[in-house]
């Protein structure tokens, strides 16, 4: 069973915990401390064991952890005690979602996620059914071309920032999308800036076809947005352009 976590008003509500890792494990396997979720987790391997309710901390985690073995992401349970991991060292995974909680205790594995949404994040009103396809004004560098491809993302993150620095001025929203052709791995945002792909973003020249929208989602707080805007002015400033070869 599920641990449960008690909120602020003191409400008790089931939570789904997710373990990102480079370790071919079924259910019933037990993760133990000692194996590192992030690089910068090292100081700290031997003591816990890391978890998280955000599957897109989990995505993150399973990138960045050392290895050359495909990243995976299971569903756990804890076995023991579990506690929210202190702020100086909660920026496990530097850039994106970090790792809420970890516990001294071994994780049970329940599962591996191995169906997957995907999003793209923008200002256009879709509805169900409507393509998506490459041929529009890029989002930030040289507003005079258009762009070959059209990106996506398997992390609600990543399509949070799509919808909050696409052009325009209506209010971002995301959709579920499927791909009608193939896609490849993004190289603006993957080894280029990280290692591996941990925002699990992609690019396609064919259409993208919305399935769904997400109307949940919450953004980014305004200083983060700001901070980012501001790099991507910067990089406009040095004339440095989205890849798109």
């Known amino acids: 069973m599920n641990r449960e976590i008690t909120d602020s008003v003191g409400d008790q509500q089931p939570v789904q915990f997710y373990h990102g890792a480079r370790t071919k494990l079924k259910p019933g396997d037990l993760i133990q401390p000692?194996?590192?979720?992030?690089?910068?987790?090292?100081?700290?391997?031997?003591?816990?064991?890391?978890?998280?309710?955000?599957?897109?901390?989990?995505?993150?985690?399973?990138?960045?952890?050392d290895g050359e073995a495909p990243s995976c992401v299971y569903t756990v349970e804890p076995t023991g005690q579990i506690e929210h991991v202190p702020?100086?060292?909660?920026?496990?995974?530097?850039?994106?979602?970090?790792?809420?909680?970890?516990?001294?205790?071994?994780?049970?594995?329940?599962?591996?996620?191995?169906?997957w949404r995907y999003y793209h994040g923008t200002r256009a009103d879709l509805k169900?059914?409507?393509?998506?396809?490459?041929?529009?004004?890029?989002n930030y560098g040289d507003q005079d071309r258009t762009t070959a491809y059209v990106y996506f993302t398997r992390t609600l993150d990543a399509a949070t920032w799509g919808a909050e620095l696409a052009a325009g001025g209506g209010?971002?929203?995301?959709?579920?999308?499927?791909?009608?052709?193939?896609?490849?791995?993004?190289?603006?945002?993957?080894?280029?800036?990280?290692?591996?792909?941990?925002?699990?973003?992609f690019r396609s020249r064919a259409p993208l076809r919305v399935t769904g929208e997400v109307t949940d989602w919450q953004g980014h707080a305004a200083e983060s947005?700001?901070?980012?805007?501001?790099?991507?002015?910067?990089l406009a400033q040095r004339g440095v352009e989205p890849i798109e070869d």
């Not at 979720?37 to 989990?58: E, H, I, K, R, W």
């Open 34 to 65: 000692g194996h590192a979720t992030a690089p910068s987790q090292q100081g700290d391997m031997t003591a816990y064991v890391y978890l998280t309710p955000n599957l897109d901390a989990a995505i993150w985690a399973a990138e960045l952890v």
């Open 87 to 115: 702020a100086p060292t909660a920026q496990l995974a530097p850039g994106g979602p970090t790792m809420a909680y970890r516990s001294r205790q071994p994780l049970r594995v329940t599962g591996e996620v191995t169906e």
């Open 128 to 138: 169900l059914g409507d393509l998506i396809e490459p041929g529009h004004r890029p």
């Open 171 to 201: 209010p971002g929203r995301i959709y579920i999308v499927e791909p009608t052709g193939p896609f490849e791995n993004d190289p603006n945002l993957t080894d280029k800036r990280f290692r591996g792909n941990p925002t699990k973003s």
């Open 225 to 234: 947005i700001k901070a980012m805007k501001d790099g991507l002015e910067r």
